[in-house]
Structures are given as structure tokens and as C-alpha cells.
């Protein structure tokens, strides 16, 4: 009797060792949802016009519009924030004005580091485009695009931040969310640009940084040149967030309030 308590008593150890080891498992951090990677921006100093056209999809304009890209405006450069995690450095991304500021008009929850709030998504404003900085190379960086558009909603965070990127290292606050970048599909001379990543959404905040005038080789899908750029406000920091849709309100007729009282 006492050794088959004993043996029963040992498996049942064993068991519950097994179950700890897999909760164990279960708890340990996986891979985040979305790319941890932060940009700042840097301004060109020399912006010539040059509109392309081109078809583009998101989730806002699910049946895609015409757009025009007209100029080249900003260089978005990767950045530590607090030693955030940047997974590849050579990935970088334009800023291209867009000439249709498409209305939108839709309320979104906006989730990221700064915490989660209803924000109202405007109108369409500019893209991002994939590029390579310094690093020329035959095919553009597999990487999402981006529709970009004025957004409401989001108030900065109470704090500030220490940004480094391989130029140089500031302190900054972000202001009040100015913008939410959505991925989409792009078409531009019968090539199509599918989104690599559908989860990774980038909120925009404001901030006032200074800097010297760099001279980086910067190639996109648009342009290859050498560009003058520098930091001076405004500047922006794109945060990786996560958005959830809520629902559109849909007007029901008088007819359709009637027939329900009578159903």
C-alpha cells in the first residue's frame, strides 16, 4: 500500500513539474505584434516638383483612388526611442506630398507606447514611400507603404524621450498626434507594391528638434539623388501603433423605423 502511495505521489509530482514547465513556456515574451521601429524626420532643403501618378488601396479607400505624389518634402530616418528595438536600419522612408487631400471622416482607436485613445481620421495628406539611404540597391526595401492623413484625438504624452539615431542624439517631447499613417497597396508604372505588413500602423507626433545639414544619397521608387537635409522644427517621430475600426452609424429611412414597430 505505502509503495503505491509512493509511486502515485511521484507522478503526481512529475505531472505538476510538466504543467510548471509549460506554463513557463506559455509566459515567456513571443514576437511583438507589430515592427518596434521608430523614425524621425528630416526636411529636404532642396524640394523640386515631380508628379507622379499613381493607384493606391487601404484600408480607408477599400476600392483604391488615383492620386498624384507631387514632391519630395521629408526624409524619415530609423531612431532609438529609450533604445527601442530597431530590426533592420537599412529600411528608411520619404515623405511625398499628395496632391488629392481626400476626405475621410472616421473615428479609429489608436493604440501604441503612449497608450490607447479614440482619435478622428480627416483627410489624406501625403505617402511613405520604401528608400534607401546611402545604400542604393536594384529593388526598392521590402517594406510597407504608406497613406498618411490628418488626425485628431491623440494628446502627446506627459513625458519626454531620448532619441539616437546614427547622426546624432536629442531629448524631445512629443506634441498631440498629427497624423496616422495606414499601410496600403500602391500601383506606379504597372508595377503593384502589396503591403508586407497590414498590422503596423505609425501614429505622427510633432516634436522640435535641431540638427546640422546632412547630405545622404537618398533612393525611393521616385527619385535618386543626393539631398540636403536637416532637423529644424517642425519635425516629426512616427510611433508604431495598432488601429482598430469602430463602426459607422447607418441611417435608417422612417420606413424601416415603421416597420419595425409593426414587425
Known sequence: ????????????????????????????????????????????????????????????????????????????????????????????????NILEKLPVNRQVIVSNQFGSYRAQVLNLEFMLVPAWKNQQQAVAPHANHYLCYRAVGFPGPPQGYDLRDEWRVDYQFPHDMEYLCAPCLKQHQGLVFAPVDTVTHLAVYPIEPYSDVFYPLVADQFLVRPEYVQQEPVEYLFVPSEKTDLPTRTRHSTWDRIKKLYR
Open 1 to 96: 500500500m505505502s509503495k503505491r502511495l509512493t509511486s502515485s505521489l511521484r507522478g503526481l509530482l512529475v505531472l505538476l513539474g510538466l504543467v510548471s514547465i509549460a506554463s513557463l513556456a506559455l509566459a515567456q515574451p513571443g514576437p511583438l505584434p507589430f515592427d518596434p521601429t521608430h523614425y524621425w524626420t528630416y526636411h529636404l532643403l532642396e524640394q523640386q516638383p515631380l508628379p507622379q501618378p499613381i493607384f493606391a488601396k487601404d484600408q480607408f479607400f477599400r476600392q483604391g483612388v488615383p492620386l498624384t505624389v507631387e514632391r519630395r518634402e521629408r526624409l524619415l530616418n530609423w531612431v532609438h526611442k529609450n533604445n527601442s528595438a530597431v530590426p533592420d536600419t537599412f529600411i528608411h522612408y520619404t515623405w511625398w
